[in-house]
């Protein structure tokens, strides 16, 4: 028996040590992993962009610039890799693509392809070859786009005549804007389809709107010289703009004389809509984008708020020659003095004295802001093109608050911003400006007050019949306001003159840089703009 046993144990050990021998030749012959997973692996790379991983899945290490050339080339920016049925014999597989790249500015371009397979060191590894990008592909081929674009479209008024065409006045080319030369930087926005020295839009309206109104081109996708697809371009679409020639031909002629700078700008109260800018100045376009104190012009965003609090124009008030209001002694202008008179008067002859404590006693920093938001301040502007937004700080004392009621302090506009204050008096309801009809504006509608238009309306014929404007020999049915805004530091400060009002449905206002009394400078040149329509 002890030997008998001895013979089994010996039996048993040596068939453990078969199999641990045939274990280990299995261990060491298997193939790791699958086709699949290395194709897997392999698409995500390629979509992904990243070069050193794809490398890594290859049989023989090879350089994979051609896929970085047409990334580049083409303008890929985004690549979709997505893997058919694989198919596997002796060590070797195939694994069927469809690649779908978008290109920017031109769609997507789909095309398929193989991926083919092989057992290396054991492992399914990638063997490239350069039809693996794509089944033209050659050794020395690259991507290309070969393109040929529509004609551009217009940029026209509100009439659907040309304002494009270089000859238009110098106003209207600074919101156009003109053609260059695309640089690299142009290219590397716009896309691959455009080369360097390409005409494109630079400023204005056309760089806005560059590729509504180039439109795309037929591009053909090439690799070494063959087209291997073309994809269908679009025609450019125009650019209607707002501005009435006839009303831009009169504001250009109000302005262009003066020796000084001066803006204007015009809109449609019941639309929004903005019938003409105009600059006496090149450069800088100051009707769009000046940062001005709107001065006395601003009385009628006060005035709102103190007819909405319950004044009435009849009211009794003063109108001193001095006030103080948190520490701040406020005088009028030329230290005018009126003594007892009605709110109507004081607007009318711009009484500093009587709006400054009205707005500390029966608004506040909290209901002056409101109204001023209600009229456009603080509010984003779409028009287009760059168009500085008024700006209105909450006041952070009674001395601020006094100043901000006659338009000083912190606050600063642009001709576009108070001619939109206009407009909204003149309908009753404020409008987002608007030049090209077909851009969503961001900021709503606001109402006025309810039972504020009509006594502010009475409040503005005042200032034109009897009133700081009354001989500037504006036309009968004008409603505006005057301003006289101070800038700058020291004793006696220089200061610009602003005009903005209304007649019919035409709302503008006016600033004259540096002009002097809005009365006497603005004024008179709003005068002549509506004389001429």
């Known amino acids: 028996m002890p030997r008998g046993r001895t013979i089994a144990i010996v039996s048993i050990v040596g068939v453990l040590a078969v199999g641990a021998a045939a274990g280990g030749a299995y261990y060491v012959l298997h193939t790791r992993g699958t086709p699949a997973e290395t194709a897997q692996r392999f698409a995500a790379a390629w979509q992904a962009g990243d070069w050193t991983a794809m490398g890594a899945e290859l049989a023989t290490p090879r350089q994979l610039g051609a896929y970085e050339q047409q990334r580049s080339a083409l303008a890929v920016e985004r690549s979709s890799i997505k893997l058919g049925q694989i198919t596997e014999g002796d060590d070797r597989a195939r694994a069927p693509y469809t690649a779908t790249l978008t290109l920017k500015n031109l769609g997507t371009w789909s095309y398929q392809g193989q991926i083919d397979l092989v057992v290396a060191d054991r492992t399914w590894k990638v063997d490239w070859k350069p039809q693996t990008l794509h089944p033209s592909m050659t ?38 804007g003109y053609l260059d030369k695309a640089n690299k930087k142009d290219v590397a926005k716009l896309g691959s389809s455009y080369k360097v020295g390409q005409a494109v839009g630079r400023g204005g309206l ?12 037929d591009t053909q996708i090439q690799l070494g010289g063959k087209t291997l697809e073309t994809i269908e371009g679009t025609e450019g679409e125009p650019v209607q703009t707002t501005l009435d020639p006839q009303v831009q031909a009169a504001a250009v002629a109000a302005v262009k004389d003066h020796d000084k700078p001066t803006s204007m700008v015009a809109i449609k109260p019941s639309t929004g809509e903005i019938l003409a800018v105009v600059n006496n100045r090149g450069g800088f376009n100051r009707a769009l984008d000046g940062r001005y104190p709107p001065g006395s012009t601003f009385k ?14 009849q009211d009794r008030v003063t109108c001193p020659m001095y006030a103080t209001v948190g520490g701040l002694k406020i005088r009028n202008s030329d230290k005018e003095e009126f003594g007892a008179l009605s709110l109507l008067d004081s607007f009318a002859h711009s009484c500093n004295t009587t ?31 760059p168009a500085t937004k008024a700006s209105f700080p909450k006041a952070q004392s009674d001395a601020e608050l006094a100043a901000e009621s006659f338009g000083q302090a912190r606050i600063t506009a642009s001709p576009l911003s108070m001619a939109s204050v206009a407009a909204a008096i003149a309908d009753g309801t404020w409008r987002p400006p608007t030049l090209v009809p077909s851009l969503k504006q961001k900021a709503k509608e606001r109402p006025l007050p309810e039972g504020v238009k009509e ?37 006696e400060l220089d200061t610009h003159a602003w005009f903005m009002g209304f007649k019919g449905d035409v709302a503008f206002a006016v600033v004259v840089e540096g002009g002097g009394g809005g009365g006497s400078v603005a004024a008179p040149v709003a005068a002549k703009f509506l004389k001429a329509l």
């Open 139 to 176: 050794a020395d081929a690259t991507f290309a786009l070969k393109t040929r674009w529509p004609d551009r479209a217009e940029i026209t008024d509100a009439a659907g005549d040309r304002i494009d065409t270089g000859t238009v006045g110098g106003s209207v080319q600074q919101l156009v």
């Open 455 to 491: 006594p502010m309306h009475e409040m503005m014929a005042a200032v034109v019949t009897k009133g700081t404007a009354k001989a500037a020999g504006l036309p009968a049915g004008t409603y505006g306001k005057t301003g006289t805004a101070e800038y700058g530091t020291g004793e």
């Open 355 to 385: 709006f400054a404590p009205l707005a500390q006693q029966r608004l506040g920093a909290d209901k002056l802001l409101a109204v001023a938001e209600d009229v456009g301040f603080n509010q984003s502007l779409n028009i287009g093109l």
């Open 206 to 217: 056309q760089e806005t709107f560059q590729k509504r109104l180039a439109g795309t081109p």
């Open 300 to 313: 009628a965003v006060t005035a709102i708020g103190l007819l909405a609090a319950g004044m009435a124009p």
